[in-house]
């Protein structure tokens, strides 16, 4: 795990160096980032789904099954990423890629800049296991959330906050994901009030 103080930035190098091709299967984004990086790669395809390329039919269903995948490996001590080979092998275009990259930078690097280690306890075991298992249930409800405009971005900005933070052991930024995750909670629960 790399504590470093542009830790994000790095994650967002290794990913557009995997973009400069035409097509990037999600193996190759694995690999570049490394099949030992879970967190690296939580939070990648996090914010793919809180960019533009989030537009693209599935993207939404297609992160919230690679998260849930991630995140349960984690818990069960896997060392290495798996993928099951449909994933490892489905391809979104290096162009979209490289968009959604170039989108992130300016706001990953303002919170590079912020993010620092503090409230460690809290992004590590047994603290850890209760926000992965926030994750891992909020990506079974991730797929409907593609019909209540917005929602699927805040569950992912969710995943997003908590990935970074593990990865840069900043359990202040914890305390802002559970702010975000309780506006999502906010937001479906006024939906569903206007629906009946």
């Known amino acids: 795990m790399q504590d470093n103080n542009l830790v994000l930035g790095v994650v967002l190098d290794q990913l557009e160096e ?8 999600i193996g190759t984004m694995v690999e570049a980032i490394g099949a030992r990086s879970f967190a690296a790669l939580m939070l990648i395809f996090a ?11 599935g993207m939404t269903t297609l992160v919230a099954l690679l998260e ?4 349960a490996q984690v818990i069960l001590g896997r060392r290495h990423i798996w993928l099951p080979g449909i994933l490892h092998r489905r391809e979104i275009s290096g162009g979209r890629l490289r968009g959604a990259v170039s989108w992130l930078r300016k706001p990953v690097a303002f919170v590079d ?4 280690p503090r409230f460690s306890v809290l992004t590590e075991k047994p603290c ?3 926000w992965l298992t926030m994750i891992m249930a909020l990506t079974v409800f991730m797929p409907f959330m593609e019909l209540v405009p917005g929602s699927a971005t805040i569950a992912s900005s969710f995943i997003a906050l908590v990935a970074a933070a593990i990865l840069t052991r900043d359990g202040l930024l914890l305390v ?7 506006a999502l909670c906010w937001t479906l629960h ?3 009030e206007a629906m009946l």
């Open 18 to 25: 995997a973009g400069k091709a035409e097509a990037v299967s």
């Open 47 to 57: 914010l793919i789904t809180v960019s533009p390329a989030s537009i693209l039919p």
């Open 68 to 71: 849930f995948i991630l995140v």
């Open 113 to 116: 800049h912020i993010l620092q």
């Open 128 to 130: 850890l296991y209760v």
């Open 176 to 182: 802002f994901a559970v702010l975000c995750l309780t």
């Open 190 to 192: 006024r939906v569903g």
